[in-house]
């Protein structure tokens, strides 16, 4: 809003008005792609970006254009939801590389193979959000009854040691990612979880992307069609610069990228980054939607798919109790703290208000060094959408039942 020193944020009830932002999407309607990445708006970002010092080029935008870089086959594992009476069988279908979603299915299939090999109490029967340990007899093994946040903590870490290395623009290296998902591989990496104490050495470090500028929606139609929708210009108005007319502010996520020449996402021509938005779903064996999801946030976004998930699939959770519980926030190498080497792993676990102290402290007895946030920062925490798909046991007649994280401004609506 215009103001006399120059523009301001709008206040509380006023109508905020962007015509040329209206007129960028009349033309992508109009034209498409091709009018976006060719046309005026296309030529406008280039010639703004020149203006600052930039070195993008009108053949930078056809190359992309050309590339279609967003149609990646999305990347998934199996996983056992056991709320029906008998446990289903579901697939997670996560964002590919260059995108994170990789981080969540890599911590839910790590959790897998500790369940599989007995090496922890069935995640169903533990405590949400506790973090005390007992040694106790189960199942005729001794077994050590570890807390259910120091799993979730720790798994997370993993993954996301061998995220940030390996999460790179799949059209510049030869990665396997599937092979990041296998079970042998997902059971060697569990072998790096200590029932009792925090790791302190992990392979890689954590990313360092916390602050996001990103919005998630979901939509399902009455024949079970979805869709899983997420966008964002990463940070807070991403690079702050408009190219005039257009109405939108420019992208920053040339931050995702390294600047090690042996890292697999090192900063280079035609190349895309470390990306950090990740839309999800879940659908049966059948091939039947089962949820539609999304917690935006930042490298928050797979920690909340992982606590989420757990919360629906192992705890009974239904999606409104699933989002509005307190999550934790595993935060290494945030800006200003970037840490590239296994010490990340023993940075801050940040608590969300809810989380008792004494849980807290135990963690901290296990060597996380936790921090509770209340609060507006718990804004650190995400936000998410879920619509998950059941139906009636009588009629068979499918149900809808959808929710919104109260820590944002979304909503759950019928159309």
Request: hydrophobic letters at 35%; aromatic letters at 8%; glycine letters at 10%.
């Amino acid at each position: 809003m215009k103001a006399s020193s120059g523009y301001r944020a709008p206040r509380e009830g006023e109508i905020f008005k962007n015509p040329t932002l209206a007129q960028t999407f009349r033309q992508l309607a109009e034209e498409g792609k091709e009018g976006f990445y060719r046309g005026r708006v296309g030529e406008t970002m280039i010639r703004t970006l020149q203006n600052e010092g930039g070195y993008h080029t009108m053949e930078d935008l056809q190359y992309h254009l050309n590339e279609d870089g967003g149609c990646l086959t999305p990347l998934f594992i199996r996983l056992l939801d056991e709320r029906p009476s008998p446990p289903i069988e579901v697939d997670l279908w996560e964002h590919a590389p260059n995108s994170q979603g990789i981080v969540a299915l890599m911590a839910l299939g790590i959790i897998r193979e500790l369940e599989k090999t007995d090496r922890i109490i069935p995640i169903a029967q533990q405590s949400h959000n506790s973090a005390r340990y007992v040694k106790e007899s189960y199942n005729f093994n001794r077994l050590i009854r570890t807390s259910y946040l120091h799993i979730v903590i720790e798994c997370l870490r993993i993954a996301f040691a061998d995220a940030i290395w390996y999460i790179s623009d799949p059209e510049s290296s030869n990665i396997n990612f599937n092979a990041l998902l296998s079970e042998d591989y997902l059971s060697e990496r569990s072998k790096l979880f200590d029932p009792k104490k925090a790791a302190i050495d992990l392979a890689h470090g954590s990313p360092a992307y916390n602050v996001s500028d990103t919005v998630y929606l979901a939509v399902v139609d009455g024949d079970g069609n979805a869709c899983s929708f997420i966008n964002s210009v990463c940070d807070k108005f991403g690079s702050c610069i408009v190219p005039p007319g257009t109405g939108f502010a420019l992208q920053n996520r040339g931050t995702g990228f390294r600047l090690d020449s042996r890292h697999p996402n090192v900063y280079a021509p035609l190349k895309r980054p470390y990306h950090t938005i990740i839309p999800a779903m879940m659908t049966k064996t059948d091939g039947s939607l089962h949820t539609v999801f999304g917690v935006m946030g930042g490298a928050m976004q797979p920690q909340g798919h992982v606590q989420v998930l757990l919360n629906m699939l192992k705890l009974g959770f239904d999606p409104q109790e699933a989002l509005d519980v307190p999550r934790v926030c595993v935060s290494v190498g945030l800006p200003g703290k970037q840490l590239e080497t296994g010490q990340a792993a023993a940075q801050t676990v940040f608590l969300e208000e809810g989380i008792h102290e004494d849980v807290a402290h135990e963690l901290q007895n296990m060597g996380h060094q936790t921090e509770i946030v209340t609060g507006f920062g718990r804004s650190m925490f995400g936000r998410g959408q879920v619509i998950s798909v059941s139906h009636d046991p009588v009629t068979g007649q499918k149900v809808y039942c959808a929710a919104s994280d109260g820590r944002g401004d979304g909503a759950a609506a019928p159309l």
